[in-house]
Every structure is written in structure tokens, then in C-alpha cells.
């Protein structure tokens, strides 16, 4: 029995030896770290989460990264409130030398105020980002190659078609028209009206709290009819590849 009790206490003092070699940062100085890697809003509180897990990475012979699990408070510049989890990771180049903080990774973010930023969205927010994101990068919304896109018209919401994914994600689609080129031969210029949906999916960035949009799928498309031209005339249409966007938007704006 002594034996066994005298190789606990051994093992007991080993590990604490090992872990006061490691030298990890104090927990004041892993908050301080979090405080400062935060710089859109302020932190407003930080708690240990856990101990220290120490890894290493590809080409070391040494545990080189030490991580730290924190969950924390944050009050953004428009006054909202959110949680999130996250890992103060630590980094050193030799064996004996001091843990020098990297960076923090954020993850598991949610509102502290009630309904969350994606329940907050209605359809004419959710209009008036994607009419932002399609001026900023046409080409990617368009159905097809934007120099043969020569009219948007105007698009909406689809109703019922919101969908929460998360307190920071959402879907949903929206359906507009577009004039496009429609010549299969030379001796035989002309455009069509497509009506075409489109899924679309956002994602509100943790620390900006901007939305980014991407065209997640085409749900449907209907051809709504030909137009024939002369030549001259379609020559003389200009497409979204050299105009400016409100150009050849006809929609609100």
C-alpha cells in the first residue's frame, strides 16, 4: 500500500513540476491578450475554460503551441450584446523559451439581447443587401455570362422563403427578370426575358457584424419570350460587362 501511495505522490509531483515548467501565461495576462485581440467592440468579459492543451505542429520536436479555452462577453459599437467561445493560442520557438501570444480563435457566437440578428432581418433588409451585393460583383449573380446580360429588372423576396440557420446565418430566394441575349446564329440576332430564382445564403461576420451574401443556387428559370432584332440594334445595346450596374438595373434602388 505504501508503495502504490509513494508512486501517486510521485506521479502528483511530476506532473506539477512538468506544468510549472511549461510557464504558461497567468490568467490575467490571457484575458488581457483576449481584450486586445478584439478591436470591433469591447470585450466586456472574459472566463477561464479549462486547462492549457499544449500541441505540436509539423517540423518541431517540441509542444510549440499552448491553447487556452476562454468564454467571453462583447458589446459591439451599435450596442448590441454577444457570447462566444474561443482559443488564446500561444506560440514559442524553443523548448525553454516564454509563450508569446499568436492569436485568438473565435467561435460559437450568439446574441445576449433577445432575438437574434438573423430573426431581426425582414424582407425589405434582406432586398436592400442583396441589391448592395449584386452591385458590388454582378457577374455573380447574373444567369448568365454578364456580357450577355444587357437588363436586370426588378427583383424581390420570395414570401416564405426566410429561413434561420443559425443566430448569424440565413437563406432565402429571390425572383427577378433579366434581358439577355438570345442570338444562336448571326443571320438571327435577339433577346429573351428570363424569370429566374435564385437561393440565396448570408452570413453575418463575427466581428464586423457585416453580411456576406453569396448566389447559393438557381431554384428555377422561365423563358418568358424572344425578341428579334436588326444587327444594328443589337450591337448598339450595352451589356453589364462594360456598363455600370444602375445602368442596367430597372428595378428600386
Not at 510549472?20 to 488581457?32: D, K, L, R, S, Y
Not at 483576449?34 to 467592440?41: E, K, L, P, Y
Not at 450595352?238 to 428595378?251: E, I, V
Request: charged residues 25%; hydrophobic residues 40%; proline residues 4%.
Amino acid at each position: 500500500m505504501f508503495r502504490w501511495l509513494a508512486t501517486l505522490l510521485l506521479m502528483c509531483l511530476l506532473q506539477a513540476g512538468s506544468a510549472t515548467a511549461n510557464n504558461f501565461p497567468t490568467a490575467a495576462q490571457v484575458e488581457a491578450d483576449a481584450r486586445a485581440a478584439v478591436t470591433n467592440g469591447r470585450v466586456t468579459r472574459v472566463e477561464i475554460d479549462g486547462g492549457w492543451k499544449l500541441e505540436r505542429e509539423s517540423g518541431y520536436t517540441f509542444a510549440n503551441l499552448a491553447k487556452q479555452a476562454i468564454v467571453a462577453e462583447k458589446q459591439n459599437t451599435d450596442g448590441t450584446r454577444q457570447q462566444f467561445n474561443a482559443l488564446a493560442i500561444y506560440q514559442r520557438g524553443a523548448a525553454g523559451d516564454p509563450w508569446v501570444f499568436d492569436r485568438l480563435f473565435s467561435y460559437g457566437w450568439k446574441s445576449l439581447d433577445g432575438a437574434s440578428a438573423s430573426a431581426a432581418m425582414d424582407a425589405a433588409t434582406l432586398h436592400a443587401l442583396t441589391l448592395k451585393a449584386m452591385r458590388e460583383n454582378p457577374g455573380g449573380w447574373m444567369p448568365v455570362d454578364p456580357r450577355n446580360v444587357y437588363r436586370v429588372d426588378a427583383f424581390a423576396v420570395v414570401p416564405g422563403s426566410i429561413r434561420e440557420v443559425s443566430d448569424s446565418e440565413l437563406v432565402w430566394e429571390i425572383e427577378g427578370e433579366f434581358i439577355v441575349d438570345d442570338t444562336t446564329q448571326s443571320t438571327d440576332p435577339g433577346v429573351k426575358k428570363l424569370r429566374q430564382r435564385i437561393k440565396v445564403e448570408g452570413v453575418q461576420h463575427a466581428q464586423t457584424r457585416e453580411w456576406i451574401l453569396s448566389k447559393a443556387a438557381e431554384v428555377s428559370s422561365t423563358n418568358l419570350g424572344r425578341q428579334a432584332l436588326t444587327r444594328e440594334q443589337k450591337a448598339s445595346l450595352p451589356t453589364l460587362a462594360d456598363a455600370p450596374f444602375d445602368q442596367l438595373y430597372f428595378g428600386d434602388k
